[in-house]
């Protein structure tokens, strides 16, 4: 999908997925190996009582889920750059689901332009999770490119 072709206000649901308690040691023994996300025990001297999910693999499982979805397809040049709030502990059993809504579009240059997102991930309980806010850079329509035999 163009940047053109993002509707402002356009909504993409992400499809629920559950986490396990392997999922959470195994994410973070790989990249966030911290006592809190893989050791039960210590977890039990928290205020959590037991291990959580770290940030990014919250984020990341629904990420990937949207991501499944190719919405942009090859229009999709790279990702600028993201910011991330967490509100409530991801813990084994907590079933995730997501939205993604278009917030904002511009042109960057003939070429691409900025693509704007708020990802907002949910807990069964429909507590939010975390709020993600995405730029990408994304292709433009009509871009002067020509054809190898084009006089332009």
């Keep these: 999908m163009f940047l053109e072709d993002c509707k402002i206000g356009q909504k993409y649901e992400v499809p629920s997925i559950l ?16 006592p809190l996300h893989t050791d039960e025990e210590y977890a039990q ?11 990014m693999m919250s984020l ?5 889920k949207f991501q499944e979805q190719d919405i942009l397809g090859d229009c999709l040049i790279a990702g600028k750059c993201f910011s991330t709030e967490w509100f409530v502990p991801v ?7 997501g939205e993604v809504e278009i917030i904002e579009t ?33 292709k433009r329509k009509n871009t002067g490119d020509t054809c190898p035999d084009s006089t332009k």
Excluded: C, Q
């Design 19 to 34: 986490i396990t308690k392997e999922d959470i040691i195994d994410f973070a023994k790989r990249y966030d190996n911290i």
């Design 91 to 97: 813990f084994a059993g907590d079933i995730l689901r």
């Design 106 to 138: 511009y042109p960057r240059n003939r070429y691409n332009g900025i693509l704007k997102t708020k990802m907002t991930v949910y807990n069964h309980k429909n507590e939010i999770v975390l709020i993600n806010f995405t730029e990408a850079v994304v």
């Design 45 to 55: 001297t928290t205020r959590f009582k037991k291990i959580i999910a770290s940030g």
């Design 60 to 64: 990341l499982v629904i990420w990937g």
